[in-house]
């Protein structure tokens, strides 16, 4: 399985939205509504930012939203923050019990 | 709440033996599963397999297959990650993680294990 395709950076300045893609297959993105997206800051573990393609846990501000449209699901965030700088990642249900995360994205608040 | 602590960092020489923990507390163990997710020196996340702790039934990976083992004694809620042979290249950050009833998310994740291989 291979890993989901994100672009390596994205920046943007404090205000602004950004929004990180995620690109994979029918196999995995396209096939299920099972895409999440975790926030890692350095030297910390990842936390969930967003699942089932578009919902938000409990305590994670509606200025994280997601979406889905065919092979590639997005991650926008809003209203950027000096706090949003870290690395996100998007995961994806592969079937069969499988699952594949994306190469990961260095948002960079400017 | 629930959460997920791991074992302490080590340092091991090629060719050694290791096996790593993640004990969970404050949820029913067997109704979660694990996952194993390696984290590579500057490098992104990759999923290493799972274990239904409730029966023990594991897959992983085809790119971990053969080469780590995942189990779990769910007497004392705790899951394993183990190796017979380190190799360099397994040098990595390892977190367990717990995943939603339904495939929906990882929702708690362990604090990492560092294992450095190095001869």
């Known amino acids: 399985q291979s890993a989901l395709t994100q672009p390596p950076s994205a920046s943007g300045s404090p205000g602004q939205s950004v929004t990180i893609s995620c690109t994979g297959t029918?196999?995995?993105?396209?096939?299920?509504?099972?895409v999440s997206w975790y926030q890692q800051h350095p030297g910390k573990a990842p936390k969930v930012m967003i699942y089932?393609?578009?919902k938000r846990p409990s305590g994670i501000p509606d200025r994280f939203s997601g979406s889905k449209s065919g092979n590639t699901a997005s991650l926008t965030v809003s209203g950027l923050q000096a706090e949003d700088e870290a690395d996100y990642y998007c995961s994806s249900y592969a079937g069969s019990s499988n699952f594949v995360f994306g190469g990961g994205t260095k948002l960079t608040v400017l | 709440e629930a959460q997920l602590v791991q074992s302490g960092a080590e340092v091991k020489k090629p060719g050694e033996s290791l096996r790593i923990s993640c004990e969970g507390s404050?949820?029913?163990?067997?109704?979660?599963?694990i996952n194993w997710v390696r984290q590579m020196p500057g490098k992104g996340l990759e999923w290493m397999g799972r274990i239904d702790p409730s029966n023990s039934y594991t897959n992983y990976n085809p790119s971990f297959q053969g080469h780590v083992t995942i189990s779990t004694d769910k007497s004392i809620s705790t899951a394993y990650l183990q190796w017979s042979s380190l190799k360099a290249s397994d040098t990595a950050m390892y977190f367990c993680?717990?995943?939603?009833?339904?495939?929906?998310?990882?929702?708690?994740w362990g604090q990492g294990t560092l294992v450095t291989v190095s001869s």
């Open positions: 993680a717990r995943l939603t009833s339904g495939f929906q998310a990882f929702d708690y």
């Open positions: 029918s196999s995995d993105v396209g096939g299920y509504n099972y």
């Open positions: 404050g949820y029913n163990f067997n109704n979660y599963w």
């Open positions: 089932e393609v578009s």
